[in-house]
């Protein structure tokens, strides 16, 4: 059986802003997309966007490291996505955006917690928002954040192809004012969806 294809496809996307002054601080605003469905696959676009106006940027030197993706046909998939979303963003007047160690694990360990937890959602099996599960793996400080998941497909651009068809997931894909980026991929043949995909974005 190719895992890779499920009869389902879901994706989901988060923005958050931060106004920044002395520290750190944020409102939000949340707004919901119903189910649509889209044939000859079933594709699930359940969005939730949180987000303020008036993000400011804060200039400061950058934590942790940066990382490739390199080995193993996830790795690949991860590798051939950055490329797909910079071509995308320089498309549209955007920067290019560079993988963050730090965003990069939040990313994997979403990923992997829906897969091994078999559920679908920004909130992880803990209760931990995706906010402080970027944060917790040390991305603080942050400007402005993002995240999209789907689940569904293995490949890169079946993943970029979704995201970009859904307007909130394609604002996060083109959004100028994220800069780093980290890519998560998991798959269990036991979970609903095989494949989890999960893009952390930030800026601080």
Not at 32 to 47: E, K, Q, S, Y
Not at 108 to 114: N, V
Request: charged share 25%; glycine share 12%; aromatic share 8%.
């Amino acid at each position: 059986m190719d895992h890779r294809q499920h009869p389902d496809h879901e994706a989901h996307c988060l923005g958050l802003r931060a106004s920044v002054s002395s520290h750190t601080s944020h409102t939000s605003r949340r707004g919901f997309l119903a189910r649509l469905i889209a044939l000859p696959a079933a594709l699930g676009l359940g969005v939730v966007t949180r987000d303020t106006a008036d993000a400011k940027k804060k200039k400061r030197k950058k934590g942790g490291g940066k990382s490739k993706g390199n080995g193993g046909s996830g790795k690949s998939q991860e590798a051939t996505f950055l490329d797909l979303i910079n071509g995308y963003r320089r498309g549209n007047g955007a920067g290019a955006l560079s993988r963050h160690s730090q965003l990069d694990a939040a990313a994997q360990h979403h990923s992997e917690d829906m897969a091994r937890n078999n559920y679908f959602s920004h909130k992880l099996a803990n209760g931990d928002t995706a906010e402080k599960n970027i944060e917790r793996f040390g991305y603080t400080n942050w400007t402005a954040i993002g995240e999209n998941i789907a689940a569904g497909n293995e490949t890169a651009k079946w993943a970029f192809d979704s995201w970009k068809g859904s307007p909130d997931h394609d604002k996060n894909m083109r959004d100028k004012s994220f800069t780093e980026i980290g890519i998560g991929l998991a798959y269990n043949k036991s979970s609903k969806y095989g494949w989890y995909w999960t893009t952390t974005f930030g800026d601080r």
